[in-house]
């Protein structure tokens, strides 16, 4: 990964469970990124935290972010099949505008 | 709403050969990146542009190249086609160059180099 290491590579849960995904990185950054990818198809955005926040919420989805650590975790409570997919962490370098570097992903699997 | 479109979806080459992509940010959009991604691989930044100038560069081959027209439209060319080029390119566009933008990713087009 140019990036680092997401944690765990794979992760298989019940509906109505938690999945909590664990990201790391290795540079400073601006802001990290959680994206979502169904097998195949494009990357969707899901959630943003600046460098200067530690937690944040979106509906079912909450991100943290420990700068010291260089470390974001991204729980999604109360889990659908639905959720079934990919996420991949992805952070943009300070000074780096226009680049976002990808970590290399957990594969969620929620099984009905 | 409209997206960022990508063509072809699918594409076959043959070694040596010669590849190109086409990218079609969403409108107003300014700022377009390439990603490359191999199976079950992370996706890796190839280059990205902003106001039709190069911005930033990742691991791009040198046998690669692109470039940002008046329309904000990119092209990704891919020369002397390897079998390790195989795999997933994603544009994704943004608008403005600033901290902070979401990507807004294409449905990708899968180069398979036989």
């Known amino acids: 990964s140019q990036q680092g290491e997401e944690d765990p590579q794979a992760l298989s849960i019940q509906e109505g469970e938690n999945a909590t995904m664990n990201c790391s990185y290795k540079?400073?950054?601006?802001?990290l990124q959680w994206y979502r990818q169904n097998s195949g198809r494009g990357l969707v955005h899901l959630i943003l935290?600046?460098?200067?926040?530690r937690e944040k919420h979106s509906g079912r989805l909450r991100v943290t972010l420990d700068t010291s650590k260089k470390s974001s975790s991204l729980l999604i409570t109360a889990s659908r099949a639905a959720d079934t997919a990919s996420y991949f962490c992805a952070t943009e370098p300070s000074g780096g505008y226009n680049k976002l570097i990808f970590g290399a992903g957990t594969r969620l699997a929620v099984h009905p | 709403a409209a997206g960022v479109i990508q063509s072809p979806r699918h594409l076959i080459k043959e070694k040596r050969e010669t590849a190109t992509l086409k990218c079609y940010p969403i409108?107003?959009?300014?700022?377009v990146y390439w990603y490359q991604q191999g199976p079950g691989q992370d996706p890796q930044f190839l280059i990205s542009?902003?106001?039709?100038?190069?911005?930033d560069k990742g691991s791009i081959p040198d046998r690669f190249s692109a470039q940002q027209f008046s329309d904000y439209h990119s092209e990704l060319n891919m020369s002397s086609l390897e079998l390790g080029d195989s795999a997933l390119y994603f544009c994704?566009?943004?608008?403005?160059?600033?901290?902070?933008?979401?990507?807004?990713f294409g449905e990708g087009s899968r180069l398979t180099v036989l």
């Open positions: 542009f902003y106001e039709k100038m190069q911005s």
């Open positions: 540079t400073s950054i601006n802001n």
């Open positions: 994704a566009s943004s608008l403005g160059r600033l901290a902070g933008e979401e990507l807004f």
């Open positions: 409108p107003r959009h300014d700022t």
């Open positions: 935290i600046r460098s200067n926040e």
